[in-house]
């Protein structure tokens, strides 16, 4: 007995521009089931493509990042942060008219938007960073295209939670999420007046994410990890990110002001936090579901009989 996904199970079906290629997939499955060695590099291959795809958003503004720094014309009418946030509009517009995103997931995204903007210019008048190039759409110190780096973080995590059907054992209760991340955003601003309560936000995090399991799919069963585990490895990735952020000089801290040097590892604390107000809002659309132990069990006993 196998369980190959099938068009209305696959979380692909959600998504028009794929759904022609939901038969050729359950093809190459039923190829790949057939030793375990092969199902073992198939279902590899598939977790890194599904991260891949729910990294669409943020891939690509990475890519404009780059790609501006190093051949956008320094003499060009339009500046480059104008047009990077012309250029994330229309990637924006294009998700929803393909498909790719939904009415919901792009209300709690923008919400997410105005959120870090927020910070941004609070930040930037404090001198935490700066944005060291003109532009003519902005607030304050503040391009407006940069509320779309906590676009990317939002999209990521309403994109995997479906791609991977998150199911949850220990889920923390959201109305405690909303207080912590409430604590957690006063914070980036009270820190800043000698009241900096990030030990104790560390702490009320691991009382709440501990005891949490994220089970994902990626083909025929669930898999499990620690969600504490899950919200580290994402912070590392968004800290990777943020070198490149620097890197290209979209934005720099005080001391990159003379030359680029790794972000401080202490960032990535800030950006544990910053993701739990994330994760908070994408539950409030994504009602976590608790994980049928039983099920799974019997999809994992079938998958053992087709090995």
């Known amino acids: 007995m196998q369980n190959h996904k099938s068009s209305a199970t696959s979380a692909a079906a ?3 521009p794929l759904r022609p290629f939901i038969a050729a997939e359950v093809r190459l499955a039923a190829r790949a089931a057939k030793s375990p060695s092969t199902a073992f590099l198939y279902e590899f291959l598939r977790f890194g493509v599904k991260q891949a795809w729910a990294c669409l958003f943020g891939g690509i503004a990475v890519a404009l990042m780059l790609v501006t720094w190093r051949f956008y014309p320094a003499q060009a009418p339009l500046a480059r942060y104008d047009f990077l946030l012309l250029c994330m509009l229309g990637v924006q517009v294009a998700l929803l008219a393909l498909g790719l995103e939904t009415w ?9 938007h105005l959120v870090g903007t ?26 407006l295209f940069s509320g779309f780096m906590y676009s990317c973080i939002g999209s990521y995590l309403c994109r995997v939670w479906r791609l991977f059907d998150f199911r949850f054992t220990g889920h923390p209760s959201r109305r405690w999420l909303i ?6 955003y006063l914070n980036f601003f009270t820190d800043h007046y000698g009241l900096d309560l990030r030990l104790v936000l560390f702490g009320w995090a691991a009382l709440l994410f501990a005891p949490a399991t994220v089970h994902f799919k990626v083909w025929r069963v669930h898999r499990s990890m620690p969600l504490m585990l899950g919200l580290i490895l994402v912070s590392l990735f968004i800290w990777l990110s943020e070198n490149i952020g620097t890197l290209s000089r979209t934005w720099i801290y005080p001391a990159q ?5 790794m972000v401080s590892p202490a960032k990535l604390g800030s950006w544990f936090l910053l ?21 799974n069990a019997l999809s994992r006993e079938c998958e053992q009989q087709a090995a």
Not at 104 to 112: N, P, Q, R, S
Not at 257 to 261: E, R, S, Y
Not at 282 to 292: E, F, T
């Open 14 to 16: 959600i998504w028009p």
């Open 104 to 112: 919901e997931e792009a209300k709690v995204i923008l919400i997410y």
């Open 118 to 143: 927020a910070m941004e210019l609070f930040k930037t008048a404090t001198g935490s960073w700066i944005y060291p190039e003109p532009s003519l759409i902005r607030l304050g110190g503040v391009p």
């Open 179 to 184: 207080a912590l991340s409430a604590a957690i």
């Open 257 to 261: 002001a003379h030359g680029w040097a």
């Open 275 to 295: 993701l739990i107000i994330s994760y908070t809002l994408v539950s409030l659309i994504n009602r976590p579901r608790a994980m049928d132990v039983k099920e």
